[in-house]
């Protein structure tokens, strides 16, 4: 389990908050969005769980373990893994599978304990065939996906991702955000998910909004998708179907809340012709 | 004057065993003060298009006419003028801003160029006024302490400092959120209002064209697949589909609807139009909001 305790984080004393008091917690295995405005502080946010930030105020628990304690931080790393928008600022090395290799041999394992952990997670990434490859070839995608390995190797219990498509093209962020919730349902390790795109975590088992440093909303996605206005507030763009229904709502067509896809509505729609 | 593309073939690594095509026959007219919008897949030739149309790249074979000079016959050592005129704004611009605050970032590019002070804080002030940045508000903040949209802002203000007559943008709303996009479509509306400004904007959503284009271009390996205005969506979207690339929901609903016999004018560009044709039709439109 993560604990967030009354967290607060500012870059100097008596300056703004970037967060202002969050608390939460996320267990295992659970799948969590988390949404918000560009400075809304989402990924400060994001930083807190591994302890790249310490919070100023306030404090961040893994599997009870103190972000603030400098003995802890190895272990808290080893369970929370992170992986940022772009790629390129992730990989270090210039042969794909020495990259992913780059966790495990900072951690002193047996050479040939790291073949077969490197090997595993480049097949759960399905980047096998790349393996010997320099990332510098790659597309932004597969680079995504070897980064991801990377963590994936280390065995994490989290997995934090800070907008982890927004600089991939479209084919491959259909097939990193496939994998992504396989790696959840399959190997139960908990994601956290921030973004942008509401379709993305539509099967969250929570969603996080984050508005001005503060916890907007904690919920499941059921109770907030149809909500135009919570996410209007938020600055996040609702689903399309959300918005097209309020403005059929405006010229008086009105929906329940299962008409959910374009069939239905349609459907829907043709009933009243 | 308009941009004229004739017969344009773009073929990368050529005579080499790496050789690819990303171009291929390309003929099109783009008119003065139109904002285009093109998709395609990674691999369909946009950004190469983009690149053709400022110089950066010399076409294989055929002729990019700006106006009325043939720009692949233009020699290396003055291809600069034609980046001036026809601006590029880079995916993620804001990743090349280098200097310490938001004056001297814009400032840089028209100080190149050797333009006097008082006309530098001239373009600055327009620019940042043009992208939405209040000049007081924020020549003087360091860039990396700005949001990403800001930034983003900033990254654009770059190049229209310039003054350029025509604006290509490449992925100008990736990873921003909602608020951040309708910044830069205000940006790109006004530019277009008052100094009547040609824009090409690549994206891969087609949503994100919509509220901003009033044409649409569909590349996929190498040629125009897709030459249609923006209110003809819903006309189109076999076609769209079939090219890989996902309608926006309204217009899809538009065109079930009228395959179920609904007798309904699909030809509109918003969620809000369409919502209001659809009302007009099922005679539920309001009489408040029918004059409005």
Known sequence: MIEFVNVHYYYKENSSLILNNISFTINKGEFIGIVGRNGSGKSTLARMFNGI???????????????????????IRRKVGLLLPNPDNQIVSSVVEEDVAFGLENLGIKPEEIRLQVDEALKLVEMEEFKKHPPYLLSGGQKQRVALAGILALKPDYLVLDEPTSMIEPEGRKLITGLLKQINSEL?????????????????DRILVVANGKVKEYKKPKELLGKADIWKEAGIEPLAITQFMQNLKQYGIDFKPEEFTVQEMVDFLCRLK | MPIKIKGVTHIYKKGTPFEKKALEDIFLNIENGEILGIMGKSGSGKSTFLQLLNGLLRPCRGKIIVDDYDITMIPADEIAAVRREVGLVFQFPEEQIFETDVYKEIAFGPKNLGIDEKKTFERVKTAMKLTGLEYVKFKDRRPNELSGGEKRRVGIADILALNPRYLLLDEPFAALDYEGR?????SIKELNQTRGTTTIIVSHNLEYLVPVCNRLLILADGRVKLDIKIDEIALYIKEIKNLGVSPPLHHEVLYYLKEKGFNINVKVRTREEAAREIAKYLGTLKDEVKSG
């Open chain 2, 182 to 186: 309708r910044k830069i479509y205000q």
């Open chain 1, 53 to 75: 930030l310490i919070p100023s105020k306030g404090k961040v628990l893994v599997d009870g373990l103190d972000t603030r304690k400098a003995e802890d931080l190895i272990k």
């Open chain 1, 188 to 204: 139960g390790v908990a994601l956290i998910w921030i973004t942008h795109d509401l379709e993305e975590i539509i099967e969250a």
